[in-house]
């Protein structure tokens, strides 16, 4: 059984409805060195300083990035910078956006509280695995401030968007904030106070599972915490370390929007393009198309046309190396039975997936990279230019195109109790940090 409650909601006072444009970010795992630096410079509390503080070299342990966080947090609750609901309610969270191909589109959701449960004990279910790093530093922040900034994204089964229904009245009406991010996504929010509204969301989602699509690092920080004040206080009235905030949206909502992630490999060691290609061709069709440097946008169309024929079946990849003017097209040569026979361990949820397909037989078995040179040296974008870009200019050795992972491959995956290789998923738009916000 999922257990959600509404709120007291912490969010930025009205004074700042004018400038709430220039006081929010995206999730803290998307924002670039350079970024970090905009928000910084964008606005006086712009909320970077809370989700992603600066580090100084002359960081102790009672003064650095968390500590200053928690700093800044408290004197903007006193200064009313931030203001708190006195009255629990969920909010109505919408992102108006435009996607890569030109379609305008929109995502609504419920934010609340979420009672943070293990894998398996619950009815919060994870798709990706992750990595300690990030989870160490979210910990701390955790710790020092004792608020969610950023709302953890999850999905949930209604085909006949119960949910929705009920909200499309206060959609109409005009929202309590409303910003917009340096992506051009409208971000929109509403409050549902009312009593009746509220049992009736508790009531329809008690039997719902939650598929987290979006932010499993911050989900595992929340579980750790919470067992952490268990251990240390196990007798504590204060149960606000159950929970975390979540912003929960309908499986089968038009807006939701799985954007692929490919993957840049920066540097490897004792890389030898020679053999790699060879190694390549025991599993893989190998097509070439040159291209001309000087009209990268006509490629990235090209590329995704090429591989958006294969985006049911599967085994399909680009590929562009440094200082080629030419796309390699990977075609699986025996879909059902390369990776298996590569790797017996794999289940059969994860099999047939291109993040697997990729990460055994393209980067391990062709390029001789283990999970630790993926992870080191291995980058990220959800956008085919970029990633051509970024290849041709020498900023990344390799980049490997894929298409998008879909919701019922997650789902499958999810249910059997499996996890996907790091990084299958980029959804689209991010939530932001900043219109709603949970401090204990």
């Known amino acids: 059984m999922a257990e959600i409650k509404p709120f007291e909601m912490v969010h930025y006072s009205s004074d700042y409805s004018d400038v709430l444009s220039s006081l929010i970010t995206p999730p803290y795992d998307v924002i670039s060195p350079k970024e970090q630096e905009f928000f910084y410079n964008l606005h006086p509390c712009n909320i970077i300083r809370l989700v992603l503080g600066k580090q100084h070299g002359n960081d102790t342990t009672s003064d650095n990035r968390y500590t ?15 203001v708190r609901r006195q009255k629990p309610c969920f909010a109505i969270y919408q992102m108006d956006f435009e996607e890569p191909q030109g379609v305008r589109r ?16 619950g009815k919060v279910l994870p798709h990706e695995k992750t990595y300690s790093g990030p989870k ?30 009920l909200h499309s009245s206060i959609l109409a009406s005009k929202p309590d904030q409303e910003a917009v991010d340096s992506n051009g996504t409208i971000h ?5 106070c009312k009593q009746d509204s509220v049992q009736t969301i508790v009531n329809f989602l008690r039997d719902k599972s939650f598929l987290i699509a979006d932010g499993h690092h911050r989900y595992e920080t929340a579980l750790a915490y919470r067992r952490e004040i268990e251990t240390q206080n196990p007798s504590s009235a204060d149960q606000s370390h159950k929970y975390v905030m979540m912003f929960l949206t309908s499986m089968s909502h038009p807006g939701l929007v799985i954007l692929p992630a490919h993957r840049l490999l920066k540097e490897a060691r004792n890389l030898d393009q020679k053999v790699s290609m ?38 399909h990849f680009g590929m562009i190396i440094n200082g080629e003017k030419k796309f390699y097209l990977l075609g699986l ?13 794999i289940p059969e949820a994860l099999v047939k997936l291109d993040v697997t ?46 298409n998008p992972t879909r919701v019922d491959q997650m789902r499958k995956a999810a249910e059997l109790g499996q996890k996907m290789p790091h990084k299958s998923t980029y959804f689209y738009p991010k939530v932001s940090s900043g219109l709603v916000l949970n401090v204990f």
């Open 68 to 82: 200053r966080a928690a700093v800044t947090l408290n004197k903007w609750m006193l200064e009313k910078t931030l």
């Open 278 to 315: 060879a190694r390549l061709n025991d599993n893989f069709q190998i097509q070439e198309f040159d291209f001309n440097d000087r009209d990268l946008e006509s490629v990235s169309r090209q590329i995704s046309s090429e591989l958006g024929q294969y985006a049911e079946t599967g085994g």
């Open 188 to 192: 929109r929010t509403w409050s549902v």
């Open 136 to 165: 160490k530093d979210q910990l701390e922040l955790l710790r020092a401030c004792k608020a969610n900034f950023t709302p953890i994204q999850a999905m949930f089964d209604d085909p006949d968007e119960v949910i929705g229904k």
């Open 333 to 345: 040569k025996h879909p059902l039975t390369s990776v298996s026979n590569l790797k017996q361990d």
């Open 357 to 402: 397909i990729l990460r055994e037989l393209v980067l391990a078995h062709g390029f001789g990279l283990d999970e630790e040179d993926s992870e080191t040296h291995m980058g990220y974008t959800p956008s085919t230019l970029d990633a051509i870009e970024k290849t041709v200019k020498g900023e990344v050795r390799i980049s490997f195109i894929l």
């Open 106 to 121: 929109r995502l609504d959701g419920l934010i609340g509280l979420v009672k943070v449960e293990d894998y398996g004990v």
